[in-house]
């Protein structure tokens, strides 16, 4: 079974430009997550999906961060415009359906975002 | 609001001693505690979970944790590090419910010599 998988691996962008991140969750995983890590400090959550539906977007920093999950599937990220505290790692994440209880999240291996 | 509390953002230990990385938590109902590794140029791969039941808790590569509710820990030990036990370490912490988002701690890098 094949894990989450994010692309690309690595982005260097300018300060003003766009990027966009996807995210691929484990096949049949109702949930998924975005979360980042700025460096040097701790991995905060973004916003979390069931299906195609935003469930919680506390997390997200302001309104320059757009996050998607059409029909349910692979997810993407968008920053526009970009700004130099945009900078991290960011990790994608899934689960199974939470009724489930398993409330194991599979990480991927992260997307390191830089912004100059 | 809930906390996760690593204490050492850096932690090194010979080879074949004792490993122990402490991790406090503040909740204000009861929580589902999670312990994640991440190796150099990996993802986040879960160690151990306690989610109910037995507070000890057994993971993978020889790690065990034991929740401790009196005293709001979730230290993680393993007995004798390994070489391969170089890693970075993070404690988390969930309510669980309909969102069931991850609060991390700031992580702790182990180094293990020789």
């Known amino acids: 079974e094949a894990g989450v998988t994010q692309f690309p691996s690595h982005s260097v962008i300018e300060k003003g430009q766009t990027v966009t991140l996807r995210c691929d969750p484990i096949s049949g995983h109702d949930n998924l997550y975005w979360y980042r890590r700025v460096m040097g400090k701790e991995i905060k959550f973004l916003l979390h999906?069931?299906?195609?539906?935003?469930?919680?977007e506390s997390g997200m920093p302001n309104n320059r961060f757009l996050a998607e999950r059409t029909g349910g599937t692979y997810s993407t990220l968008k920053v526009q415009p970009a700004e130099l505290e945009d900078s991290g790692v960011y990790f994608c994440?899934?689960?199974?359906?939470?009724?489930?209880?398993?409330?194991?999240?599979?990480f991927g291996p992260g997307t390191r975002l830089t912004v100059t | 609001a809930q906390s996760v509390t690593q204490l050492g953002s850096h932690v090194s230990v010979s080879e074949g001693a004792l490993v122990l990385l402490r991790c406090n938590y503040s909740s204000s109902v009861p929580p589902y505690l999670f312990w994640y590794v991440q190796y150099p140029n990996q993802g986040l791969q879960l160690l151990l979970k306690?989610?109910?039941?037995?507070?000890l808790v057994k993971g993978i590569n020889g790690f065990e944790a034991e929740f401790k509710k009196s005293e709001t820990s979730f230290h993680l030990t393993k007995p004798s590090a390994h070489m391969s036990d170089a890693a970075e370490y993070f404690c988390a912490v969930s309510r669980g419910g309909a969102t069931n988002k991850l609060i991390f701690g700031t992580g702790t890098l182990l180094a293990v010599q020789p």
């Open positions: 306690y989610t109910t039941g037995a507070t």
């Open positions: 994440a899934s689960s199974q359906d939470l009724r489930v209880q398993s409330h194991e999240q599979y």
């Open positions: 999906f069931v299906k195609e539906s935003k469930q919680d």
